[in-house]
C-alpha cells in the first residue's frame, strides 16, 4: 500500500460518516454496548466462580501465614528479650558472685599472710633463741676453757713465780679463781663483756 491508496481509504470513510453531535459522540452504538455486555458476563462469571475463590483461599492463606508468622516473630521476640533479661540478670549475679569471691579472696589471702608472717616471726624467735641458747653455751664453754687454760698457764707461772709446786687441785683451783676475780675487777673491759 502506497500512501495515495492510503490517503483514498481515509477519503472514502469520511465521505460515509455521519455527523454525530452532542452526547451521541460520546456514547457507543447500542449494538456494541450489547455485544461488550455479552462478552463481559462470559468473562466475570467464570472469573467470581472459580478465580475469584481460589484467588481469596490464596490471599486468605497468605494472610495467615503473615499474621502467623507476626504471631511468631512477636513469640520470638518476647522470648529473645525475656533471654535478654535473664542473661543480665545471671551477668548481674555473675558479677555480685565474682566480686564476693575476689573480697573472700582477699580476706583469705590477708589472714593467710598474717598466718605466715606469724609464723615467720614465731620462726624467727625461735631461731633466735635457739642461738641464743647456743651462743651461751659456747661462751660458757669458752668460759669453762679460758679458765682451765689460764688456770693451766697461772698455775705454772705462779708455779716458777712463787717456787712451790700447785699441784694440789684445791690449791690450784682457789689461786685460779681469785687471778680471775682479781683480773675482772680491774678490767673496765671484762666488767663490759660480763654485763653484756
Same mark, same amino acid.
Given at each position: ?93 555473675? *558479677?555480685?558472685?565474682?566480686?564476693? %569471691? ?9 589472714? %593467710?599472710?598474717?598466718?605466715? *608472717? ?28 679460758? *679458765? ?49
Amino acid at each position: 500500500m502506497s500512501a495515495a491508496a492510503i490517503t483514498a481509504a481515509a477519503l472514502t470513510a469520511a465521505e460515509h460518516s455521519e455527523d454525530v453531535e452532542g452526547i451521541k459522540l460520546l456514547l457507543p452504538a447500542s449494538y456494541d454496548i450489547f455485544w461488550s455486555a455479552v462478552v463481559l458476563l462470559l468473562i466475570a462469571i467464570p472469573f467470581f466462580r472459580f478465580a475469584l475463590p481460589k484467588l481469596q483461599a490464596v490471599l486468605d492463606e497468605r494472610t495467615e501465614r503473615i499474621e502467623g508468622g507476626l504471631a511468631k516473630a512477636e513469640q520470638a521476640q518476647a522470648e529473645a528479650a525475656a533471654a535478654l533479661d535473664e542473661y543480665h540478670q545471671q551477668l548481674a549475679e555473675a *558479677r555480685t558472685e565474682a566480686a564476693r %569471691i575476689r573480697e573472700d579472696a582477699r580476706a583469705e589471702g590477708g589472714q %593467710i599472710v598474717a598466718d605466715l *608472717r606469724s609464723k615467720a616471726q614465731e620462726e624467727a624467735g625461735r631461731i633466735t633463741e635457739t642461738a641464743h641458747r647456743q651462743i651461751e653455751a659456747e661462751r660458757q664453754q669458752a668460759a669453762v676453757q679460758l *679458765r682451765t687454760d689460764v688456770g693451766s698457764l697461772a698455775t705454772e707461772l705462779a708455779s716458777k713465780i712463787v717456787g712451790e709446786s700447785l699441784e694440789d687441785e684445791a690449791r690450784r683451783s682457789r689461786v685460779v679463781d681469785r687471778f680471775l676475780d682479781e683480773l675482772e675487777a680491774t678490767s673496765p673491759a671484762g666488767t663490759a663483756g660480763k654485763g653484756s
